[in-house]
């Protein structure tokens, strides 16, 4: 245990780019409040309580994709670029544990940007929570930001073995703002969508999470819930296999290098 926390404080501190007060700040908690101060005015103004609700609670959900992914690739790609990856795959170090450590500190941030998104709600556009179901609503954003930071993790493996890895985070990004709920309801696309759109985190989380919002136990959809945390563990074990993977090929070749110029 010592070792792998040992892991989550140097990966996190030694490789995480936003780790100063004015980048933290402005990319946790100022970037979120500006999305959702967008997104609720503009329910309030649709002139439904229900659309400011979706907004507040579709966009505080996706903003802890916004701020974790970034933040675990950012983890792999610098230790990459800086050269200290090749000392991790030339080391005894229990490739698991480090794995896991890279998402750690970053699972927390993605808690805080929510938190933050819903409290501007409640101050700039009156967002109810009296009817909350608390331990169903608090149980829904848990799992949500774990099946996010798992992708986080298998997201990690391309941007330690394409240069551009960031294009194919920016898509899984875009998938989830235009398909999980956030803004648009699941319910418009045709039904083949809506299956591919599960596949993403949110998706399904989010169904949990507007329900106990308005009070109903978390039972009426522990489905979804169920969905939402497997396809964190389909993520992140895909993830492992493929920073495995990487690894082996990279002893193989001698080189870093999977891409040639």
């Excluded at 005015?41 to 959900?61: D, H, K, M, Q, T």
Aim: proline content about 4%; glycine content about 10%; hydrophobic content about 50%.
């Amino acid at each position: 245990m010592r070792h792998f926390l040992s892991q989550v404080y140097t990966t996190y501190t030694g490789l995480f780019g936003w780790l100063n007060w004015f980048s933290y700040v402005s990319t946790v908690i100022f970037r979120p409040v500006v999305l959702v101060i967008i997104y609720s005015v503009l329910g309030r103004f649709a002139g439904s309580p229900e659309a400011v609700r979706s907004y507040a609670l579709g966009i505080a959900a996706y903003t802890m994709a916004v701020m974790i992914l970034p933040g675990i690739t950012q983890c792999y790609t610098y230790d990459r670029s800086g050269g200290t990856l090749s000392f991790v795959f030339a080391s005894p170090v229990n490739r698991l544990e480090n794995y896991l450590a890279r998402a750690v500190l970053h699972y927390p941030n993605g808690l805080l940007s929510f938190v933050s998104t819903l409290v501007t709600a409640w101050i700039m556009v009156g967002l109810d929570f009296g009817a909350v179901n608390w331990g169903g609503f608090i149980t829904a954003t848990l799992v949500i930001a774990l099946s996010i930071t798992a992708l986080g993790e298998f997201l990690g493996t391309f941007a330690i073995v394409f240069r551009d890895w960031s294009n194919i985070q920016t898509v899984f990004v875009g998938l989830i703002l235009v398909l999980s709920g956030v803004i648009i309801p699941l319910s418009v696309f045709p039904a083949p969508v809506q299956e591919i759109a599960r596949l993403l985190p949110v998706t399904n989380g989010l169904i949990s999470l507007q329900s106990t919002f308005t009070g109903s136990p978390l039972a009426d959809t522990s489905g979804e819930i169920i969905r939402e945390a497997l396809t964190g563990l389909v993520y992140v074990v895909a993830g492992y296999f493929g920073f495995r993977a990487f690894e082996i090929a990279a002893k193989k070749r001698g080189s870093l290098e999977q891409e040639t110029s």
